[in-house]
Each structure stands twice: as C-alpha cells, then as structure tokens.
C-alpha cells in the first residue's frame, strides 16, 4: 500500500512512523509541512520517498496516486488534508493540538473540531485524548489508541558510559529533565523546584540537556541562584547519548503543562527511573503515587521541591524503579504497540468501503 505520511516536521516519532510502515510492507512517502525546522538528524527510514511540500496538497496526491493519507498534528496536516477532502484519511493527534492549543484558541478548536469531521480512523497515544476527541464528536469505533512506545531493549538499566563519572557525580543523587524549553513543558518550575529542594540538599544534581525559547530565562534563574554547578547545560543531545542520561540519572523529571503519552517519560520508566512529573491527566495514567514514582502538583515548585527531598529519601526507591521497568515492558513495548498502525489503517479502510 502507498501511505502518503503527512506531519508539521521531522521529529524521532516521525522516524519511527515511518520506519513502521516501511517494516509492514507499505510504500511511504513522506511530506513535511515546515521545510527548515527538524529535530532528527537521522536520515528518513530505507525506503522513504521524500516529498517537497509546494503548498499544493491535492497536485502531490494527484501525482503519487497514495492507497491512504496519515496526517498529524490535528489543527496542521490533519486540517489540510481534510479540506482537500482525501480520503481515506487517518489522523494522527499529537496530544497537544487537542489537549492544550484547542482548548485555548478558538481558531485551533475549530481547525481540529473541522479535521476530526473529515478523519476516517484516528490515532490517540493515550485514554485522555482519546476522551477529548469522543467530546469532539469523533466515533469510538473508529479510534486506535496506543502509546508510541520505546525499544525496551535500547532502554533499559545498565552502564551509563562514564558520564557521571565524568561530571564527577558518582555519589550524587541526579534528577534528569529532557522536555524542551518551552511554556507548555513548564521548564521554568522545574529548575525553581530544584533549585529550592538542592539549597537544603547538597547532593542533589540536575541534568537538563534540550534548549528553546526560555533558555535565557532558564539560565538566569539557575546563574542568580549561586547553584549553578549542580546544574548540567549540555545543550542538544543525539538519539545516540539518550540510553547513557537515562542511565546516569537516579529519577526523570517532567513539569509538562499538558501532554499525550510522553515518549520520554516512557523511555525513562524502561531505563528503570522513578518518575517525578506534574500532576495532569496523562501522566496519571503512567505514573501512580509510590509506584512508578510521584506527581506534583502542575506549576508548583514547593511541592515540587518536597517531593524532590521526600523521593531521594525514600527507603522503596529500587522497588520503585523495578517497578518502572515493568510498567514499560506491560505498556511501552513499541514492537508490540506499532501493530495499531495497521489496525487503523484497516479501519479507515473499511470506513471507506461502507456505504454512506
């Protein structure tokens, strides 16, 4: 089958969609929406026909004739395809487009209420999306919902390659944040939460690699604070770096503002890390209280802080972290979860065959 694979950028989901499809036996072609913005320095999947978006969508169809359209995020590619009418058409929320960015602008509500319209099967990443896109009006029986996933064998415990030795930290208790710096992921909160609970704790460390459009908000507050050492700015990090941070830090850490199924938080939960995230729908389905780890409550860094203090002293930690490990081999096996991919695709599928 030829999938014409529709998304804003080139992320590392995107590169594991695409592999994905490319494994079931399908032709992908891939067509990205922001031409000069990537956060994957990883070459498309063998066998992935790059396509050049030229603002027409209905010419690119025209010319490559595909057997299915996927298109995300919602109020993007999703919205687009949608209103050239294609079909069949299998939509792919990113979590954000119908849980935070609809429920804030009018405008974007009415692009995804629009695309959800037109959609024949629809991909969620968790129960709270899939709740907010049945409060939409889109059909039960027609959405697929499965957590992206990690490769639990890449992520998993094991040596961290020297890093920590390496930042001479080998007898710290190490906090690792991987979100973007950004409003939606909070970061603000975190390192204020941090740095409120390490005033009080010497050995506390944090690991931030990442960047964004807060950077200098985020650096001004760990420099005004005199703590700066127990913070590691280490910028961008390759797909490659990512197991050994997992494995240098003691727990992960998320202020996310709102979110699907975090892929991150997923690949800590397999590298065997208690998790310490905000206290929002999503992350409740993965995280419960003294199992996986804690929640705090969203945009608080005094309870952050004392959670902070309270997890690196808690005498369950390593029943904790097994517990993680076990949470992502039950639910994060992306070997396993991908096989809704096909399932969705049967399902626009069949949709389309139905009469109307």
């Known amino acids: 089958m030829r999938v014409l694979y529709f998304s804003r950028a080139y992320t590392p989901h995107d590169h594991r969609f695409l592999t994905a499809i490319a494994e079931a036996g ?3 072609f891939f067509l990205k929406l922001i031409t000069d913005k990537t956060s994957e320095s990883r070459p498309l999947p063998e066998g992935t026909q790059a396509l050049h978006w030229t603002g027409s969508l209905r010419k690119l169809v025209s010319d490559i004739k595909p057997d299915l359209i996927h298109a995300g995020s919602l109020d993007t590619c999703s919205y687009l395809a949608a209103k050239r009418d294609f079909h069949p058409l299998v939509q792919m929320s990113w ?11 009018a405008f974007i509500r009415a692009r995804v209420s629009y695309a959800l319209k037109k959609g024949d099967a629809l991909i969620c990443d968790c129960e709270t999306v899939q ?11 027609r959405i697929v919902s499965f957590p992206w996933g990690v490769n639990l064998k890449r992520f998993s415990p094991g040596p961290d390659s020297g890093l920590r030795k390496k930042l001479g930290w080998q007898n710290m208790f190490v906090l690792l944040h991987l979100r973007s710096w950004e409003t939606l992921y909070d970061p603000e909160t975190v390192v204020r939460g941090f740095l409120r609970a390490a005033a009080s704790q010497p050995r506390l460390r944090l690991m931030m690699p990442g960047a964004g459009s807060l950077a200098p908000r985020v650096k001004s507050i760990v ?21 050994s941070f997992y ?4 727990m992960y850490l998320s202020g996310s503002l709102s979110d699907g199924s975090s892929v991150s938080l997923m690949e800590g939960l397999a590298s065997s ?18 199992k996986e780890g804690w929640l705090f409550k969203s ?5 952050l802080a004392d959670k902070i ?14 517990q993680a490990r076990k949470t992502a081999e039950d639910r994060a096996n992306w070997t396993r979860n991908k096989k809704g991919l096909d399932m969705a695709y049967k399902l626009a599928l069949k949709h389309m065959s139905m009469p109307s």
Do not use: C
């Open 26 to 28: 399908h032709q992908p």
């Open 95 to 105: 979590g954000s487009d119908i849980l935070h960015y609809a429920k804030r602008n």
């Open 131 to 141: 709740h907010a896109a049945e409060k939409l009006g889109f059909p039960a029986d």
């Open 223 to 243: 420099a005004r604070s005199g703590l700066q050492d127990r913070v590691h700015f280490v910028g961008h990090i390759s797909q490659d770096e990512l197991p």
């Open 247 to 250: 494995r240098a830090a003691d």
């Open 273 to 290: 890390l208690p998790a310490l995230v905000s206290d929002i729908p999503s992350n409740r389905e993965w995280v419960h209280t003294g």
């Open 299 to 303: 945009g608080n860094e005094k309870d």
């Open 309 to 322: 203090l309270s997890a690196m002293q808690n005498k369950k930690l390593k029943a904790i972290a097994a």
